[in-house]
């Protein structure tokens, strides 16, 4: 989506107002796109800059990503859990945005290398995703915590966008029966 010229200060008030989850997709989305250059400029002042030096290593595919994501999931890594009452049943722990943001994260990204190819990684990819969600609507306890009615229908996920690029995976490697 494009903007023409946004009013900054309206979008500053606009940021004050999102919640947890919605910020750290928000900084998702800003380091995927801001130059590495000018990531100092960022969030040096917040974050020590030699621990998030970059050591020589190779770039880690798609899937093995996906994978550890799915792992840490099940192994309950984002599973963080507090006293719910009648004024907090509608937030979520920290380990429940952590978890909602990356998985926003590597949806987007498995959309982007649909859209390139080869699309048979890419596609295992988008099912262990999906494995979480179905995950989330049958035993959630094991991934997440949520407060009251917990499910996958709190990831949020855009399904047009997802499908699209998970049709795309499967049109490159169904057979035409």
């Known amino acids: 989506m494009k903007v023409g010229n946004p009013d900054l200060e309206k979008l500053r008030v606009a940021l004050r107002r999102m919640d947890r989850r919605h910020l750290l997709i928000v900084a998702e989305r800003a380091i995927e ?14 974050v020590g800059i030699e621990e998030i030096e970059e050591r ?9 990503e996906v994978r550890k994501f799915h792992k840490v999931s099940l192994d309950g890594e984002y599973y963080e859990s507090f006293k719910v009452d009648s004024g907090n049943f509608m937030k979520k722990s920290e380990g429940t945005d952590a978890f909602i943001s990356e998985f926003e994260r590597l949806i987007a990204k498995c ?3 649909a859209a390139k190819g080869p699309r048979g990684q890419v596609r ?3 099912e262990l995703l999906f494995a979480l969600l179905r995950r989330l609507d049958t035993d ?11 499910g996958s ?3 949020g996920v855009d399904w047009r966008v997802a499908l699209a690029g998970y049709f795309q995976c499967l049109a490159d490697v169904a057979s035409a029966d």
Do not use: C, N, Y
């Not at 796109?33 to 917040?46: E, H, Q, S, W």
């Not at 020589?56 to 899937?63: F, N, S, T």
């Open 153 to 155: 229908w709190q990831v």
């Open 140 to 150: 959630s306890e094991d991934v997440v915590f949520f407060a009251d009615e917990g």
């Open 33 to 46: 796109i801001v130059p590495k250059a000018k990531l100092g400029a960022l969030i040096g002042d917040m």
């Open 56 to 64: 020589k290593r190779g770039v880690v595919p798609l899937l093995t």
């Open 111 to 113: 959309v982007r290398a």
């Open 124 to 126: 295992k990819a988008f």
